[in-house]
């Protein structure tokens, strides 16, 4: 009923730049945050940024200054611009949306994108 849809991921050079987007979709009632989280390999997921609906956001310190996470409250979408990349970057990107459905407009439940693979390498 409701998904989350990230686009965006692919392989660039160090200090290359990308794009990812998610659009959520469905019964929503509304968002309160959304986020980017990643994955490396052997590692545990991370939080990367995350932005409320008022536009508050928040970074880990490994990217800021490089990543920017912005959103569009009218289309339910996220995206994070990540520049200056570095081989460390690599990973699996989920988008992380909480919201409410149309169907349970008292609860906030957690939904997550498929992910979608950032390589940096040479």
């Known amino acids: 009923q409701v998904q989350l849809v990230e686009s965006g991921g692919g392989l660039v050079q160090p200090g290359g730049s990308l794009r990812l987007s998610c659009a959520a979709s469905?019964?929503?009632?509304?968002?309160?945050?959304m986020g980017w989280y990643r994955q490396a390999p052997g590692k545990e997921r991370e939080l990367v940024a995350n932005?409320?609906?008022?536009?508050?956001?928040n970074y880990i310190d490994s990217v800021k200054g490089r990543f920017t996470i912005s959103r569009d409250n009218s289309k339910n979408t996220v995206w994070l611009q990540m520049n200056s990349l570095k081989p460390e970057d690599t990973a699996v990107y989920y988008c992380?949306?909480?919201?409410?459905?149309?169907?349970?407009?008292?609860?906030?439940?957690?939904?997550w994108g498929q992910g979608t693979q950032v390589t940096v390498s040479s």
């Open positions: 992380n949306a909480d919201l409410r459905s149309v169907y349970s407009r008292l609860v906030m439940y957690t939904y």
């Open positions: 469905g019964r929503i009632f509304s968002i309160n945050t």
């Open positions: 932005i409320t609906s008022g536009g508050t956001t």
